[in-house]
């Protein structure tokens, strides 16, 4: 008992800095925001009523966390800023709301898209969507690669860029279908 209590007593003056330093360790609490892609408007919908996207394939190695590329190439995941679905989930839904003007969708004729790349780049300032699609069962595989500019780095900017990008797509898509 007596060694325990010499040994505390050395250390009792190193308990003030510790209790100081320990607000620098800690990072303060912040809640997770998850967002989804809106839409645009009904009078911008796509009037491709035929069309519908199955879930896409992702090799773009994002997930449900925000994927920012930095100026000197790393990329790092946001943990505080999430989608509601992963992309190969969340760009099909979006899309196949726009393609519906009742939300009903009606496929007779299927887009199948793989996603390379699907993040902001903040050393450019644009948000970035790549890979390539075709339509099923016959279509030819057609690359694309489509930027839109981050108005800033807020999350709001990259989920307007996200869904602008998005909508290109689908318009895309939706044109070559046409007769």
């Known amino acids: 008992m007596k060694k325990l209590s010499s040994l505390t007593l050395k250390f009792l003056p190193l308990l003030p800095i510790a209790l100081l ?10 809640e997770t925001v998850r967002y989804d892609l809106e839409c645009p408007p009904q009078s911008v919908a796509l009037d491709a009523g035929n069309l519908t996207f199955r879930e896409f ?5 994002t997930g449900t966390r925000f994927r920012y590329r930095r100026a000197d190439g790393r990329i790092e995941d946001d943990p505080y800023c999430k989608w509601v679905l992963p992309p190969e989930e969340l760009l099909p839904r ?6 519906s003007s009742d939300g009903a969708v ?10 390379r790349v699907f993040e902001a780049d ?13 339509i ?17 780095t807020t999350p709001e900017a990259v989920v307007r860029a996200a869904a602008a990008v998005t909508a290109q797509l689908g318009y895309r898509i939706a044109e070559s279908t046409q007769p």
Do not use: H, K
């Open 21 to 30: 330093c320990g607000g620098c360790v800690f990072e303060p609490y912040r």
């Open 57 to 61: 394939q992702n090799c773009s190695g």
């Open 94 to 99: 979006a899309l196949n709301l726009m393609t």
């Open 106 to 115: 009606r496929p007779s004729v299927t887009a199948d898209v793989l996603l």
């Open 122 to 134: 903040l050393g450019r300032g644009v948000f970035v969507l790549a890979g390539e699609w075709r």
């Open 136 to 152: 099923v069962p016959e279509g030819q595989a057609m690359a694309f690669r489509i930027e839109e500019p981050l108005t800033d």
